[in-house]
């Protein structure tokens, strides 16, 4: 398989990472082993789910990371990640949930809903720190297999999170998700904006979507 693909490509079951190739996979491997960080703070001890109608990002960069942090307990944790990076996305209809155990009362869940009503929420600069990700993509104008320090990047790497600018890592110039369903440990974006949002605190465990059995 050649290392870049042009025009639109399409891809069903976006899992992870978005590399159609073994090869490909190990090479972020090999960018987890070379020590890259994802987000420059100490991640909390709770991954979050999002669910979403549809992702539009623009200047994707993507490449394999670790986030750091501890478990609820204190005790150090490290979860590999694969950090996405865009200069813009819109996201339509989406929910982002956060289950919580409390002593005494049970169940917690953290609901936050937003980008309904026609009206799509929107992030500059924003950088996903993914550990699980099912959806149908598209891409256009993809290259595989370009260092992540490349300066022809559009969308740099996130500062802090890359100790070898060689590393492996991927890109294209719009990105398409649909039926996104995903969690992850950390969200970092320049700007948010998030219209007709809606936070609730949700008695028992109500998550944006139900893992598949």
């Known amino acids: 398989m050649n290392s870049q ?5 399409r891809w069903k079951r976006f899992a992870l990472v978005m590399v159609p190739s073994i090869a490909a996979t190990a090479a972020v491997g090999v960018g987890l082993a070379q020590g890259a960080l994802a987000a420059s703070f100490s991640v909390s001890g709770q991954d979050f789910k999002v669910r979403a109608d549809k992702l539009e990002g623009k200047d994707l960069i993507q490449y394999g990371g670790v986030a750091e942090g501890h478990d ?7 979860h590999p990640v694969t950090i996405s990076g865009f200069s813009e996305a819109k996201i339509t209809n989406m929910c982002q949930s956060l289950v919580t155990p409390i002593p005494g009362i049970g169940n917690i869940t953290l609901k936050l809903q937003t ?28 290259d595989i297999g370009v260092a992540v320090g490349d300066p022809s990047h559009k969308m740099k790497a996130q500062p802090g999170t890359v100790k070898s600018p060689y590393a492996f890592s991927q890109r294209a110039e719009e990105a398409t998700l ?21 936070l609730r605190l949700l008695g028992g465990d109500q998550p944006c979507y139900e893992d598949e059995k």
């Open 178 to 198: 649909s039926n996104v369903r995903q969690k992850a440990w950390a969200t970092t974006a320049g700007t948010f904006s998030l219209p007709d949002l809606k």
């Open 72 to 78: 609820l307990k204190g005790n150090p944790a490290a």
């Open 5 to 9: 693909v042009r025009g639109g490509t």
């Open 115 to 142: 980008g309904h009503k026609g009206r799509p929420a929107v992030a500059k600069n924003i950088y996903l720190d993914v550990a699980e990700l099912d959806a149908d993509a598209e891409f256009k104008n993809l």
